[in-house]
């Protein structure tokens, strides 16, 4: 019985997409030939697909990066809105003249919300009117009606007083640029809160009568 002799030996190598084919021809066992071609052709096809998977993944992989990204530079852009609007143009003591040119009525806080500064004013009415003013244009965004019902104790703790909220801001602002201020209608007095150009934050209280700054009783440092 004859055996089969090799006869020749071709071997082809191509790059496709990272991937290697290789392709075997060899006389006599044509069949074993084509099936060990059709093989490797698979695992070079194998390949490719795992390399096509792989780029797929890192894609996400950088997607979910840029999402991480993003929220994070949300979450910074709010901080830097109320940043700026703590050392913007407009003080607390403007924001309560634009509020009450807006809605007349008596101003009884005003805090920096959310980088706007949210006046509280009781109307001639006895209603109550939130106002949102922008820090930095001073411009009044809207205004809404709140539902409260303590209008007779405001009147009772600012009757006789000379010293509204907007002037209580500006006396606490020589200590610090005022970031909220508001009425105690149980002690008859203004709270102010000032922050300072390190980031620190202080309580004062401010008389009704004289408009004198105070440290607040809760507040550990002292004047």
Known sequence: MKRNIVIAVVTAAALVGGGTATALAVSGDDDRGASVARAEARAGDDDGRDDDRDDRNEDRDDRDDRDDRGEDRSDDRGDDRD???????????????????????????????????????????????????????????????????????????LKGSSVTAGEA???????????????????????????????????????LGSGKVTVDRGDSDDD
């Open 83 to 157: 940043e700026r609007a703590v050392s913007g143009d407009v003080t607390a003591a403007e924001a309560l003249a634009a509020a009450l040119k807006h809605t007349p009525g008596t101003a009884v806080a005003a805090e920096l919300d959310d980088g706007a500064w949210e006046v509280d004013v009781l109307g001639h009415d006895d209603g109550w009117h939130s106002v949102r003013v922008d820090p930095g244009s001073g411009k009044v965004l809207g205004a809404s009606a709140d539902d409260e019902d303590d209008a007779r104790e405001v009147r009772a703790a």
């Open 169 to 207: 801001a500006r006396a606490a602002a020589g200590k610090g640029v005022v970031t909220s201020v508001e009425l105690d209608d149980d002690d008859r007095g203004w709270e102010a809160e000032t922050r300072a150009s390190g980031g620190g934050e202080r309580d004062w209280r401010v008389d």
